[in-house]
């Protein structure tokens, strides 16, 4: 279970606060959303946690663990990071998905790590790309490789700023598939944002609105409403329902 209490930052002692006291709380199996507008603090809250940026103050838990104090190879065996900008640069996929093994071994990848990918890949249908370069794949196709990657540390939460960010339709239904794939079967926390909303209501099961760097509203998708869309994204906009599904309308994608 990931535990975020009063967490705190900014980027310089007289910069603006960008996290102002966020707390939040995420069971394990779960999938929670972080929506917001920009400069709401979304990806800094999620970089805060993966230890990419380090808050002025506050707690992050994971399991009761302190993600803050331990280490980069202690802290990627718990929690693995698929961001915004993917970069793998010119390797096959499975060296690529062999990456994300690193915190196991040291020089050389073993026996285990190997038969970790292996697996991974089969999971996820990528082994008749095991050979090809990343650099040849589509964007859904090297999305489905970064998912992989990530798995491959082994993590107990899986983080994703704007996965389906620059994919097509069918790329984002594909991500959005495995990503409640990997929670329902195996367990792993998800945390991401999202623009649209339509989409966040069909993958999440918590959502967290940010709103001038504080967590305004938390719930499950009865939080997502007229009037917490308006206040949290100062837009106007109606919920409809659509064949037993709820559907935003004239405000279903925000830009950050």
């Not at 230890?51 to 994971?62: A, C």
């Not at 998905?97 to 071994?105: E, H, Q, T």
């Not at 939080?223 to 037993?244: H, K, N, P, Y």
Request: aromatic share 6%; no cysteine.
């Amino acid at each position: 279970m990931l535990q975020i209490q009063d967490l705190t930052f900014r980027y310089g002692k007289r910069a603006p606060v960008v996290l102002d006291g966020v707390s939040l709380t995420l069971n394990d199996g779960e999938i929670g959303v972080l929506m917001g507008r920009n400069g709401a603090g979304k990806t800094t809250l999620l970089k805060s946690i993966v230890g990419v940026e380090r808050p002025s103050g506050g707690r992050i838990l994971f399991d009761g663990a302190d993600l803050l104090a331990m280490t980069r190879r202690d802290r990627a065996r718990l929690v693995a990071y698929v961001p915004q900008d993917i970069q793998f640069g010119d390797l096959s996929v499975f060296d690529s998905v062999l990456a994300g093994r690193m915190s196991y071994f040291g020089l050389k990848a073993g026996r285990e790590d190997i038969s970790a990918v292996e697996r991974i890949l089969t999971d996820m249908g990528l082994e008749a790309f095991a050979s090809r370069s990343v650099t040849e794949l589509s964007g859904g196709e090297r999305q489905k490789i970064a998912i992989a990657r990530a798995l491959a540390q082994e993590p107990k939460l899986l983080i994703f700023d704007e996965p389906t960010g620059n994919l097509d339709i069918a790329n984002e239904q594909l991500i959005v598939r495995e990503a409640r794939r990997l929670a329902k079967e195996k367990g792993i926390g998800v945390l991401t944002s999202l623009h649209d909303i339509n989409q966040a209501i069909d993958l999440g099961d918590r959502f967290f609105f940010l709103k001038e760097g504080r967590v305004r509203y938390t719930g499950g998708s009865e939080q997502i409403t007229e009037a917490v869309l308006r206040d949290i994204f100062e837009a106007d906009v109606r919920i409809a329902e659509i064949e037993g599904k709820r559907i935003v309308i004239n405000g279903g994608f925000y830009e950050e």
